[in-house]
């Protein structure tokens, strides 16, 4: 009985402290979007050359990430400033996805939350402080794309590992796994094949933005909805409705960008090289690539 209670203490103060975490992560973006709403009524909407060549979505509006890069630019000049190596930055990002990743792996959804989104804003910010020093080159961008597949696998094993009890949504992480690494490879067989790779829904930072907010909201839900865990574990529902969007949306987009792609090879009617094997291929899917 003791022993039960001293679980269930030591289960809410960690809750509490996630939900802490959560609450000055919300304040902070909320901060950050008032900032830039005013600066978009005084001066109009920031503009950046790499977004426009990205472009937006359905699912993640070409003003949103204006002012995500809006936001970072006071950091990027900083990193600038103290001569930070964009492979630095490159690597910070790796370290905390590794953190995140282990955050996830134990149910500290608030602080996976946070860990991943500091891993995206560095990921971010190695392209932009490497165009903005002019030490953009190929080799960067295989590493930037490295670390990106590194860093969306290991969101997704911490989640694996933490649901590894239950089967069912285990299999929904697999699931969501399994289409975002079906995204990516459409977009490196189009290219390989000499095909411009399709749009499509849910790449990469679509995919990193709605996972990070699922963590990021679960630890309100369960410490108002999970008093009690008959899995002995919280199920973090936003987590899960992340899940099943990531895991239905990316792998229909996938299968769509087959389509296109054949659709546009069957068109040009000519023939083509084989495709690369997967290992040497370069992602031209991943949406920040620093370039460096």
């Known amino acids: 009985m003791i022993e039960s209670l001293y679980t269930q ?29 005013v600066r978009v009524f005084l001066k109009g909407r920031a503009h950046y050359s790499r977004v426009d060549k990205q472009g937006g979505s359905a699912l993640l509006r070409k003003e949103l990430m204006e002012a995500g890069y809006w936001a970072l630019q006071p950091m990027a000049r900083m990193l ?28 500290h959804f608030g602080f996976g939350a946070g860990f991943a989104t500091i891993s995206a804003f560095m990921d971010t910010l190695d392209g932009i402080v490497a165009r903005e020093t002019g030490v953009a080159s190929e080799a960067g961008e295989v590493l930037d794309c490295a ?16 649901y590894r009890s239950i089967p069912t949504l285990l299999v929904l992480c697999l699931l969501a796994l399994a289409g975002s690494y079906m995204v ?24 990193a933005l709605f996972l990070t907010l699922g963590a990021l909201l679960s630890p309100i839900t369960i410490s108002i909805f999970e008093i009690e865990r008959p899995y002995g574990i919280a199920i973090a529902h936003p987590m899960i409705a992340a899940l099943v969007f990531v895991g ?9 960008r087959f389509w296109q792609t054949a659709k546009a090879l069957r068109k040009d009617g000519t023939n083509r090289p084989a495709p690369p094997h997967e290992e040497s291929a370069v992602d031209h899917e991943s949406a920040s690539v620093s370039q460096k």
């Open 147 to 162: 670390i990106d597949r590194y860093g969306e696998f290991l969101f997704l094993s911490g989640l694996i590992i933490y």
């Open 248 to 256: 239905v949306i990316s792998n229909l987009s996938a299968v769509e």
């Open 184 to 207: 990516s490879y459409t977009s490196v067989l189009a290219g390989s094949l000499g095909v411009k790779p399709p749009n499509g829904s849910m790449r990469r930072p679509e995919r």
């Open 9 to 37: 203490s030591m289960l809410a103060s960690r809750m509490d402290v996630d939900v802490v975490y959560t609450v000055v992560l919300l304040l902070l973006v909320l901060l950050a979007t008032i900032s830039y709403t």
């Open 80 to 107: 600038i400033f103290f001569r930070v190596s964009p492979n630095a930055i490159s690597f910070t990002s790796l370290f905390f996805a590794v953190a995140a990743a282990v955050c996830l792996s134990v149910g």
